[in-house]
């Protein structure tokens, strides 16, 4: 069983940065790979980024697509998204997920497991 608990969300103004960690424990990290995922009010979770088990293949939403870098440390159990250029339309609950196999996938059923989320609101 895989525990995912995000940090370092918070406030920030249209065009700031922002990066956001997801720390894992119970199993063993570079055997996942692992995905961003994001929920606004009223609207459904979307994915955001993946990446895979050694870190060499990523992916990303279009909407994020030259704004966010993905990335891991596998030797931490974490992983990263660096968030710039931040709009408002970013603002949501971003969740950590893993799957247990390298290949990335883009629907949220896709993953096994989930961390609580880390709320991001951009200001305008």
């Known amino acids: 069983q895989v525990q995912l608990v995000e940090s370092g969300g918070g406030l920030v103004q249209a065009g700031g940065s922002l990066r956001i960690s997801c720390v894992a424990s119970g199993g063993t990290f570079s055997n996942y790979a692992m995905g961003w995922f994001r929920q606004a009010p009223g609207k459904e979770r979307e994915f955001v980024a993946g990446i895979g088990w050694s870190g060499s293949s990523t992916r990303y939403a279009d909407s994020v697509k030259g704004r966010f870098t993905i990335s891991r440390d596998n030797a931490k159990n974490t992983m990263y998204l660096q968030m710039n250029s931040l709009k408002p339309e970013d603002t949501a609950v971003y969740f950590c997920?893993?799957?247990?196999?390298?290949?990335?996938?883009?629907?949220?059923?896709?993953?096994?497991?989930w961390g609580q989320g880390t709320q991001v609101t951009v200001s305008s």
């Open positions: 997920a893993a799957r247990p196999t390298g290949i990335i996938r883009v629907g949220p059923y896709d993953y096994n497991y």
